[in-house]
């Protein structure tokens, strides 16, 4: 079988998977990325560095993907195919000459794949996708599915037709979600489990793929199409109306790569905070002494606890929401994060 490998540069789901399909001794006949993904090996190396700084000043969890799949291509002598579009004559000549059985999307594509390029490789295209189709479908999706608190999710691989997410369910598997997770968190999660998935799936041979069919029985219907993120549609006061566990959802769904970015906060008698942290827990902790710093709780009862955690509690609720990570808002936010440990004076 000969198919081309697809991905976006420095994804950690097209790294995952190609990795896999290495390490199993899958032949690929090129690996594909977009030349927008391309960055010389010394600016690599100066972007981790003042990454790291970033990390240690803004005291926030490294979590930027800095695996590069091109690299990883050509240490196993995999030829490199790089591309600004795939609406390029010249690129649609290049894989015509492969003489493809599949294109394999392993860690994304900016944009729709054309028709003219679905008709290439003689079996079709497959997708892997961080959901449970056909539930959420789109991008920024795990960000998503936290905002929607879901507790349970999987990597789906499908056809690609002429639309996003939408084509014939090949394979499923899932996963449990937890509470606390993160949107990264659960990106890698559900791209080491696509990537056996799709190690699996690859070692069929192309008509077997073509017809598999297989469902995961789901625990949530969205079949809506989710857009990019907005940050800026999430730099707002935190609406405490909407209940403590709807507003840690918000809070983690925004959980950024470095905290010099904006997201949702709060309001208290010594400024306005940014929570970047919380956890939800399921029994009332034993409390120290009632706080008073939060603003608009309406009835939700604020307290520190004899570990000087800061905690809300709501009685109608079964949960209740520790803030764990703060950092003030200011304008130019070069304020460190801090853990409100007994006043959020910083």
């Known amino acids: 079988m000969r198919f081309v490998f ?47 700084i970033e990390v240690w000043f803004y005291r926030c969890a490294g ?7 091109i690299a990883l291509a050509r240490r196993n002598r995999i030829r490199v195919i790089r591309t ?18 599949l294109i394999v999307l392993g860690g994304g594509w900016p944009g729709l794949i054309p028709k003219s390029v679905l008709g290439i490789p003689k079996f079709g295209c497959l997708n892997t996708h961080p959901s449970i189709l056909p539930s959420f479908r789109g991008t920024s999706i795990t960000r998503w599915q936290i905002f929607h608190g879901v507790h ?23 996963i449990e979600v937890s509470s606390d997770q993160t949107p990264q968190g659960l990106f890698r999660d559900l791209g080491d489990l696509g990537a056996t998935l799709l190690g699996e799936l690859l070692r069929l041979d192309p008509v077997e793929i073509f017809k598999t069919e297989q469902k995961v029985v789901r625990d949530w219907e969205c079949e809506e199409y989710f857009p990019k993120w907005n940050y800026l549609a999430h730099f707002e006061k935190i609406d405490w109306t909407m209940g403590l566990k709807k507003a840690h959802q918000s809070i983690m769904a925004n959980t ?7 997201g949702p906060f709060v309001a208290t008698e010594y400024g306005e905070y940014f929570v970047r942290k919380s956890s939800l827990m399921t029994e009332r902790p034993s409390i120290n002494r009632q706080a008073n710093v939060l603003s608009g709780l309406n009835g939700i009862e604020q ?13 109608n609720e079964m949960f209740a929401l520790r803030i764990d990570i703060v950092q003030k808002c200011e304008r130019f936010r070069l304020r460190r994060s801090y853990i409100p440990k007994n006043t959020w004076l910083k």
């Not at 795939?86 to 493809?100: A, I, R, V, Y």
């Not at 690609?160 to 939408?166: A, L, N, Q, V, Y």
């Not at 950024?256 to 904006?262: A, I």
């Open 63 to 69: 979590i930027r993907n800095f695996s590069s799949e």
């Open 84 to 101: 600004p579009t795939m609406e390029s004559k010249s690129f649609q000549g290049e894989l015509q000459k492969l003489n493809l059985d």
């Open 6 to 52: 697809v991905t976006r540069n420095f994804n950690h789901s097209g790294f995952a998977a190609l990795n896999r399909l290495i390490d199993e001794g899958i032949e690929i006949a090129a690996v594909v990325v977009p030349e927008e993904g391309v960055i010389h090996p010394i600016a690599l190396q100066l972007a981790k560095f003042f990454y790291s």
């Open 303 to 315: 307290y520190w606890t004899d570990i000087e955690e800061f905690i809300l509690w709501c009685p």
């Open 152 to 174: 349970r999710s999987g990597t789906t691989i499908h056809v690609i037709d002429e639309t996003f997410d939408t084509g014939r369910i090949l394979a499923q598997r899932a």
């Open 256 to 262: 950024q790569e470095s905290f010099k970015y904006t």
